[in-house]
């Protein structure tokens, strides 16, 4: 991976609802590409808890997006503990219903906030601007 964002590389983002619909609305919301400038997204969906820890200790997520809402374990508090427990945790992106909930994303150390319902455009530009910034931040090994 380069030091910029390359439209060579595929990039991993998880996406964690217990609702079907939620992921598949972000899922549609975003496609293949959340910008012509960035590679090829792979698609990981999690329904519950487990599913998401197993794959962001995997290493191999470029960005999680976690909806605020899901329950038993809602993506607010799962960012929080992320944020405190992976080391180089990858950026996340909390869904939620109220943009007066803005302040628990900032207690989460959420890296963004998409809002519901789903604006496909907003989202696009929203993962797209901090897949460049991850993608940018990752160094060059040779």
Sequence with gaps: MSGTASSAVNLTVLVYSQHDEVRAAVRSAV???????????????CANYSQVKDQLDSGDVDLAI??????PTGGVGLARQFKNEITDCPPIIVILLREVDRWLAAWSQADEVILRPIDPVAVSATVAKVLRAHVAAIPVIR
């Design 31 to 45: 496609g293949r590409r959340a910008a012509s400038d960035l590679g090829r997204i792979d698609w990981v969906e």
């Design 66 to 71: 976690l909806d605020g809402d899901a329950q």
